[in-house]
């Protein structure tokens, strides 16, 4: 069975201040790995989509990265509207489309 | 783009009603559109797959004649609670792949559903 954990549970950040987000996951071949961001009350937003260990991603302030038994949401320097649940999420070969969820990393990132 | 659209955003209702939230794509087709259930603080529970045109695939646990399911275009999956009652509470997000290339699934701001 395909499984997600995200850690931690919950990040509190000084603006500025630079962290990481931690997603391990075992799936029996790995198709693709995604993040979202949710915001309270709100669907997830995609991020990124990651495919093979070594793969990086960056959008701003945010930068992915995967090995074949985790990935990294790296933050630099985050602002206050950085302050979301972060989801990490698998596709496995075989398993179609679906997407086996984490239970997410809920930031706060404070001024 | 890639925006899906989802409707009502909060229901309540009493218990016994039925209660159906559409789920569309705004600026691209679906062949396959999913449906997720989000207890506070937890992850996203995939429901099932709506594919357009045939039956949907429930997983293991939810019921089927519980959860009615309808794709009947390619913009468009339908999820219709029968008879809810409070313990159908819940937020129940869609989302849509879109056909062409290999794009990941995009979501709806989801349903708030509260049963009385």
């Known amino acids: 069975e395909d499984q997600v954990t995200q850690s931690p549970e919950a990040l509190r950040l000084q603006e500025g201040e630079s962290s990481s987000l931690n997603c391990s996951y075992t799936?029996?071949?790995?198709?693709?790995l995604f993040w979202y961001r949710q915001d309270p009350g709100k669907g997830p937003e995609f991020l990124f989509t990651?495919?093979?260990a070594g793969e990086e991603k960056e959008k701003e302030r945010l930068k992915a990265t995967l090995t074949k038994k985790e990935s990294f949401l790296h933050i630099t320097a985050p602002k206050p509207e950085d302050s979301a649940t972060y989801l990490c999420?698998?596709?496995?070969?075989?398993?179609?489309?679906?997407?086996?969820f984490g239970t997410g990393t809920q930031l706060k990132v404070e001024l | 783009g890639a925006v899906v659209s989802q409707h009502p955003s909060w229901v309540i209702c009493k218990s016994g009603t039925s209660v159906k939230i559409e789920c569309r794509s705004l600026?691209?087709?679906?062949?396959?559109m999913f449906w997720y259930r989000q207890f506070p603080k937890q992850s996203l529970m995939l429901m099932a797959t709506s594919n357009e045109g045939s039956k949907a695939t429930y997983e293991q646990g939810v019921e089927k004649d519980k959860f009615l399911i309808n794709h009947a275009s390619l913009t468009l999956s339908t999820l219709t609670v029968t008879s809810a009652h409070p313990e159908d509470s819940s937020f129940y997000i869609c989302?849509?792949?879109?056909?062409?290339?290999?794009?990941?699934?995009?979501f709806g701001d989801g349903t708030r559903l509260s049963i009385l």
């Open positions: 799936v029996s071949g790995l198709r693709g």
């Open positions: 990651l495919y093979s």
């Open positions: 989302s849509a792949r879109p056909d062409r290339g290999n794009q990941p699934q995009h």
């Open positions: 999420a698998v596709q496995a070969g075989g398993g179609g489309n679906k997407l086996t």
């Open positions: 600026d691209f087709q679906a062949t396959t």
